[in-house]
């Protein structure tokens, strides 16, 4: 059972989604709170998600995200905006949001978004992913930086790079290239550390300045959040 706290100041739109998301049989909405109450719901509630909204008038979605991601039992993090191209994105993500939810997501897809943010997957809107690969195209040197960190994997390790961009699960790379979900866990850390990124997310901007995924991630994008 996959365990979620929803963070919103509307009650419409917290009530909105525990209705969606509880009529899944594998996902149970363990409480919802404005962004006042969130840290302590959190820390009471232990959930594997939390969805948060990123502006609320009592406290900044970005101050709670800091402070839930720094704990140490850290549940998974997903911005929830009512904007495509939200000027937020790129700090939520570098906070270590694994994603964009917009509010307005079809209720067919929020349950399978939810057990891809479980799974370790990262959910991107189409908008939010172009935000974030057009957000440095930096100077020359920066890109050279990138790609020689690139060059620094291996080739199975840039083989999981491509997948984890695509939004895949450990578990779903594992089968995917077959290998165990374990050792792709390790190939994950591995690379998150050659590239000096902290999150799956961020891991897929060196990864497109290096033409590992010139489209693929766009893929992924429309996939996930359109």
Do not use: W
């Amino acid at each position: 059972m996959i365990r979620v706290v929803v963070v919103d100041d509307e009650a419409l739109v917290r009530s909105g989604f525990e209705l969606i998301l509880g009529a899944s049989e594998d996902i149970e909405v363990v409480a919802t709170a404005s962004g006042g109450e969130a840290v302590a719901t959190v820390r009471r509630e232990r959930p594997d998600v939390v969805l948060l909204d990123i502006r609320m008038p009592d406290v900044d979605g970005l101050t709670v995200l800091r402070e839930l991601r720094a704990r140490p039992d850290a549940p998974v993090v997903a911005m929830l905006t009512t904007f495509d191209a939200d000027e937020y994105i790129l700090t939520a993500l570098n906070s270590g949001a694994a994603g964009f939810l917009l509010k307005d997501t079809e209720p067919e897809q929020l349950a399978h978004l939810v057990r891809t943010l479980a799974a370790g997957g990262v959910v991107l809107s189409p908008k939010a992913s172009r935000t974030l690969l057009n957000s440095h195209p930096g100077s020359g040197t920066a890109v050279d930086e990138d790609v020689a960190r690139v060059r620094l994997l291996t080739a199975r390790e840039r083989d999981v790079l491509v997948l984890v961009a695509e939004g895949l699960s450990n578990a779903d790379i594992g089968v995917r290239i077959h290998l165990g979900a374990g050792t792709v866990k390790d190939h994950v850390s591995a690379i998150l550390t050659k590239l000096r990124v902290t999150s799956r997310v961020q891991a897929a901007l060196p990864a497109q300045r290096a033409g590992l995924l010139p489209e693929r991630f766009g893929c992924f994008a429309r996939r996930v959040g359109s």
